[in-house]
């Protein structure tokens, strides 16, 4: 991991995955408390969300931001804002405890740089076929959490 490096190209969209600590399923049932945390996270930076889904531990998206290298501080703002208004009862790691960092997402998301229309097609078809891999829904069934229908 420490030589990664994150490609920061202008214009381009991004396929970003969030998961929750341990896969704890509370993202729907908190779902205007996640909704508030993307709109606070508005309020600092200008991006679009081509597409989302969520699910009760993870969330997918495809983001195009105005400002190519916030598109992590984008991520971190999504997570602060949930945590911050999130009570946990979990116990966690000294390392978390010592950073005040609440156990509700995993460290680290997963980003995808997406290259050209090809690539945009297959995140899209990912993010509307998520539902279904994760048995949440049948056949032509609409998930109710995502802005693909």
Not at 115 to 124: A, H, M, Q, V
Request: aromatic residues 14%; hydrophobic residues 30%.
């Amino acid at each position: 991991m420490a030589n990664y490096k994150r490609l920061f190209l202008a214009g381009h969209s991004y396929y970003l995955t969030m998961v929750t600590h341990r896969r704890n399923p509370i993202l729907i049932d908190n779902i205007e408390l996640l909704r508030e945390s993307f709109r606070e996270s508005k309020e600092y930076y200008r991006y679009n969300i081509d597409a989302i889904v969520i699910l009760p531990d993870h969330i997918h998206m495809i983001i195009t931001p105005k400002i190519v290298t916030e598109y992590p501080k984008i991520i971190k703002s999504i997570k602060y804002n949930f945590s911050r208004h999130f009570n946990v009862e979990e116990e966690q790691s000294y390392s978390r405890f010592k950073r005040k960092i609440k156990p509700i997402w995993q460290k680290r998301y997963y980003e995808h740089t997406i290259r050209d229309e090809k690539d945009y097609l297959r995140c899209l078809e990912y993010i509307r076929n998520n539902p279904l891999k994760h048995e949440y829904v049948e056949n032509e069934e609409v998930w109710e959490y995502t802005s693909l229908s």
